[in-house]
C-alpha cells in the first residue's frame, strides 16, 4: 500500500458503510465488480432508505395534511417530520424556509419564476441584470435565459480561468447596481470547483442584490449551514445525497417566502379559494401546489438521518482525502489531461478528465467493460466544454463509499484504454 494510501485508513470505516449499499455488490459484464465512480450523477442509496420507502408504503400510505384517519395523520407526520431533518441538516432558522420540489432544478426554476412574477423591489424586469457563472449546470444557466427572454432583463455571467477557477477580477463591473440577482454554484459538477462563496456574497450585498446558491454538488459531501452562507436561497437535490429521486429542496429566507409569488397554483397552497380570486397559504404550503412527494421526503429524512450518523464533516474529509489520491494517480496517466484544479485544496470530489485523442464515450465504455462506472460528456455543463475547446470529458466522482482500490481499478482501466486504442 502506498503512503497515500496508508493516508485514507482510519477516516471512515468504508468496509462497513459499503455494506449498507446492496448495489455495490453487483457485479457486470462475465463477473466483474462494479466499481461505481459515478455519484455526481447520482449517488447510491443504502438500507436504511429504501427500508424508509417501504415501509413508508406498505404501512403509511396516505395524502398528507387534510385526511383525520389514522394512516394520513401518519404520512402528515412522517412528511413534515423530513421537513424538520432537512432544516435541521442545513441549520435553517425555521422549518417554514424549507420548500420540497422535485429536484434541484425545480427550485432553482423557482426562484426565477417568482422573481419575473414578483412586485418591486425584487422584480426582475428591462432595466436590470441577472449574473450567474460559465461554469453553471444548465440548470442555473437556461432558467435565468428563460426569465431574461422573458423581461427584457440582461444576463451576464463570470468566465473560467484556465486552471478552473472563477475569474472574478472583474467583480465589480459583473455584478453592479442594476444586479438583481446573483445565482452560482457552490462545486462545480464537471470541474470540481469550489467557489468563493464570501467574496461573491458581499459584493451582491453591496449593491442590494439576492444571492441564489446551487448546492446540489455541496449538500452530499459537506457540511451545509445557510446561515453561515448568507445566502438568499439554496437549491440542493435528494438522489445525490442518497435519498430517492423525485425530491429536491429549496431554502428560502422566510421574510422573501413571504413576499414573493408563488409559481405553481392549485391544491393545498391555497388559504381561500373564489371563482373571482384566491388567497395563499403561508410558506411553505404557498410554493407546494398539489400532491408533494411524500414518500420521496421520507426517503429524504432516512437519508439525512444517515448522513448524520456518519457525520459529514468525516464524510468531508475522507472524500478530500480520495479526491488527493485520485488526482496524483490520474496525473501519474499518460496524456491524461484533468479539467479544472489539479490540487484537492478547493474542489470537490468529482475530476473530470480527458485521455489524449480518444473521445470520451470510448473511453467511457472500455471502462465499462472492466467493471468502472463512469460518466460522459458535457455533464449539462456545455459552456465549460467550449470554454476549453473540448468536445466532452470523462468524469469520475467518489463519495462515501468510495475506496482507493476503486481509484487504482479507473487507472488500471485507463491502461488498458490505451491499450486498446493503441
Keep these: 500500500m502506498t503512503d497515500a494510501r496508508q493516508g485514507l485508513t482510519g477516516l471512515l470505516d468504508t468496509e462497513a458503510i459499503r455494506k449498507d449499499f446492496p448495489i455495490l455488490d453487483r457485479t457486470v459484464h462475465d463477473g466483474k465488480k462494479v466499481v461505481y465512480l459515478d455519484s455526481a450523477a447520482t449517488s447510491q442509496k443504502p438500507r436504511q432508505v429504501l427500508d424508509a420507502l417501504n415501509a413508508y408504503y406498505e404501512r403509511h400510505n396516505a395524502n398528507v395534511h387534510r385526511g383525520v384517519y389514522t394512516i394520513a395523520e401518519e404520512a402528515t407526520a412522517l412528511y413534515e417530520g423530513a421537513r424538520d431533518k432537512v432544516a435541521a441538516f442545513i441549520n435553517a432558522p425555521s422549518r417554514d424556509e424549507v420548500i420540497f420540489t422535485k429536484n434541484a432544478s425545480e427550485s432553482l426554476n423557482l426562484v426565477a419564476n417568482m422573481l419575473g412574477w414578483a412586485d418591486e423591489p425584487y422584480r426582475v424586469d428591462r432595466d436590470t441584470e441577472i449574473v450567474t457563472t460559465e461554469m453553471e449546470h444548465h440548470s442555473n444557466i437556461v432558467p435565468w435565459q428563460l426569465l431574461a427572454q422573458r423581461t427584457g432583463a440582461k444576463l451576464k455571467w463570470f468566465g473560467i480561468t484556465d486552471d478552473g477557477r472563477l475569474d472574478l477580477s472583474n467583480i465589480d463591473e459583473i455584478i453592479t447596481e442594476k444586479t438583481k440577482i446573483v445565482s452560482f454554484t457552490l462545486v462545480s459538477n464537471i470541474l470540481g470547483t469550489v467557489n468563493p462563496v464570501e467574496q461573491i456574497i458581499r459584493r451582491a450585498q453591496q449593491v442590494g442584490a439576492l444571492v441564489c446558491i446551487d448546492a446540489s454538488q455541496a449538500a452530499p459531501h459537506m457540511v451545509l449551514d445557510v446561515q453561515a452562507l448568507q445566502a438568499d436561497f439554496v437549491a440542493f437535490t435528494g438522489h445525490k445525497m442518497v435519498g430517492p429521486t423525485g425530491i429536491g429542496v429549496l431554502w428560502g429566507r422566510q421574510e422573501l417566502l413571504e413576499d414573493l409569488p408563488p409559481f405553481l397554483g392549485g391544491g393545498e397552497m391555497i388559504e381561500t379559494v373564489s371563482m373571482h380570486s384566491s388567497t395563499y397559504a403561508p410558506a411553505p404550503y404557498k410554493f407546494e401546489a398539489g400532491t408533494p412527494p411524500i414518500a420521496q421526503a421520507v426517503g429524504l429524512g432516512a437519508a439525512v438521518d444517515y448522513l448524520t450518523s456518519i457525520g459529514m464533516e468525516r464524510i468531508h474529509q475522507h472524500e478530500k482525502a480520495i479526491t488527493e489520491y485520485a488526482l496524483k494517480r490520474l496525473l501519474e496517466v499518460p496524456d491524461l489531461r484533468i479539467i479544472g484544479p489539479t490540487t484537492a485544496e478547493d474542489r470537490g470530489a468529482a475530476i473530470s478528465f480527458t485521455l489524449g485523442d480518444i473521445h470520451p464515450h470510448d473511453v467511457g465504455q472500455v471502462l465499462d467493460e472492466q467493471g468502472v ?35 487504482d481499478a479507473l487507472v488500471d482501466g485507463l491502461e488498458h484504454v490505451r491499450n486498446f486504442f493503441g
Design 373 to 407: 462506472a463512469v460518466r460522459v460528456g458535457h455533464h449539462c455543463a456545455r459552456p465549460v466544454c467550449l470554454r476549453y475547446g473540448i468536445p466532452a470529458t470523462t468524469r469520475a466522482s467518489f463519495y462515501l463509499y468510495s475506496t482507493p482500490a476503486e481509484v
